[in-house]
């Protein structure tokens, strides 16, 4: 089965920096958009950032210039390097794509990964 394995969350000072990978697995055909979302305590998840297959972006405006989307095509991974964190990025981010997957034919099938904690904090 497909799944996305996260990596990276953890605690970090405030103006720190954290790199987190997100990893997708399983009888996967192609993949269209993966993104990052994240949600805190008492609050809707949002998205942080998004990447396409070719490489467009789009960022929250709470992220701009300071977290970066990136992902590696042949390796099937998304990563989101955060840089200059502050106690207001703390949240459980999860990782999430739309896939092709082998066997199906209905289009695009969501797969989230089961969240990463990050905590900025000193």
């Known amino acids: 089965q497909v799944r996305l394995v996260e990596s990276g969350g953890g605690l970090v000072q405030p103006g720190g920096s954290l790199r987190l990978s997100c990893a997708a697995s399983?009888?996967?055909?192609?993949?269209?958009?993966m993104g990052w979302y994240r949600q805190a305590p008492g609050k809707q998840r949002e998205l942080v950032a998004a990447?396409?297959?070719?490489?467009?972006?789009n960022y929250a405006d709470s992220v701009k210039g300071r977290f970066t989307i990136s992902r590696d095509n042949a390796k099937n991974t998304v990563y989101l390097q955060m840089n200059s964190l502050k106690p207001e990025d703390t949240a459980v981010y999860y990782c999430?794509?739309?896939?092709?997957?082998?066997?199906?034919?209905?289009?695009?099938?969501?797969?989230w990964g089961q969240g990463t904690l990050v905590t900025v904090s000193s």
């Open positions: 999430n794509a739309d896939m092709v997957v082998a066997g199906r034919t209905t289009g695009y099938l969501e797969v």
């Open positions: 399983g009888s996967i055909v192609s993949i269209n958009v």
């Open positions: 990447i396409t297959s070719g490489g467009s972006t």
